[in-house]
């Protein structure tokens, strides 16, 4: 580098020219210069391609956000709409089911016993040696009245040779309504029993029995009388 007053050979590092005392005015290197100018191109690009990659990203958010939401939700009601579709395809008919219901038709009940029959069959005794007890006695009875329905309540039964003394004896509840033309069978169980003895009745091979049906107002409602051997401890007989 020379001076430029007096053209000197000066040192890299000289402030003032050593031979006529100029100041020397130091040049900036121009490959300083352009090494700045390179930086701040470099810099100044990178910031518009970081702006162009945002724009990009916006771009394409806002194409997702606007094209590809809109098909999922018309999929979305295209589903439900399929789902809606099978449950109408699935759903029972809604037209009333009709059942039909029976009415039972109640019956009167009658207090005219023209056509009620009574008969009695097997009768248990407790035999005691020299005298007996009856326990009990099958029965039927029928409701030949087609008029309607008959309620008995209870027996009287009396024995031969004790004309004045007569038992009550009571119906199970499933003898105590009959419809009409309907018959019943069961057994009559008698309080405490009905004691007897020869010394009474005479031959005991050969006894009446008398029964008497009754409705809960001691209305008479049918009558039979017949034969029963009271020797056994236990006679069966067909029911008539």
Same mark, same amino acid.
């Given at each position: 580098?020379?001076?430029?007053k ?13 031979e006529c005392?100029?100041?020397? !005015?130091?040049?900036?290197s121009?490959?300083? !210069? ?11 690009s990178?910031v ?12 394409v @958010?806002?194409s ?7 098909e999922?939700?018309?999929?979305d ?5 399929v789902?809606?579709e099978k449950?109408?395809?699935? @759903?029972?008919?809604? =037209? ?10 109640a ?8 056509k ?8 248990q ?8 007890? +009856?326990?009990?006695?099958?029965y ?16 009287? +039964? ?5 004309d004045?003394?007569?038992k ?11 419809? @009409? ?6 057994? @009559? ?11 009474s009745t005479g ?5 009446? +029995? ?15 009388k017949k034969?029963?051997?009271? =020797? =056994? ?8």
């Amino acid at each position: 580098m020379e001076c430029k007053k007096c053209g000197f050979d000066l040192i890299k590092d000289d402030l003032f020219c050593p031979e006529c005392g100029s100041k020397i !005015k130091k040049i900036k290197s121009v490959k300083t !210069k352009s090494k700045k100018r390179f930086k701040k191109t470099i810099i100044i690009s990178s910031v518009i391609l970081g702006l162009i990659i945002l724009m990009s990203l916006f771009v394409v @958010a806002w194409s997702y956000y606007n094209h590809v939401p809109n098909e999922f939700v018309k999929n979305d009601n295209l589903n439900e709409n399929v789902k809606i579709e099978k449950q109408i395809v699935n @759903a029972p008919p809604s =037209e009333p089911i009709e059942e039909e219901i029976e009415e039972e038709i109640a019956e009167p009940v009658i207090t005219s016993y023209t056509k009620v029959a009574i008969s009695f069959g097997e009768v248990q005794i407790d035999w005691k040696g020299t005298w007996g007890k +009856i326990k009990s006695f099958k029965y039927a009875i029928k409701n030949n009245n087609n008029a309607g329905t008959i309620e008995p309540s209870y027996f009287l +039964i009396m024995v031969e040779g004790y004309d004045d003394f007569e038992k009550k004896v009571p119906l199970s509840k499933d003898s105590q309504s009959l419809k @009409a033309g309907l018959a019943v069978t069961s057994y @009559a169980i008698i309080p405490n029993g009905y004691a007897y003895s020869e010394l009474s009745t005479g031959d005991l091979s050969s006894v009446d +029995i008398t029964i008497i049906l009754y409705d809960e107002s001691d209305v008479e409602m049918a009558l039979i009388k017949k034969s029963v051997n009271l =020797e =056994e401890p236990t006679m069966e007989f067909a029911i008539e």
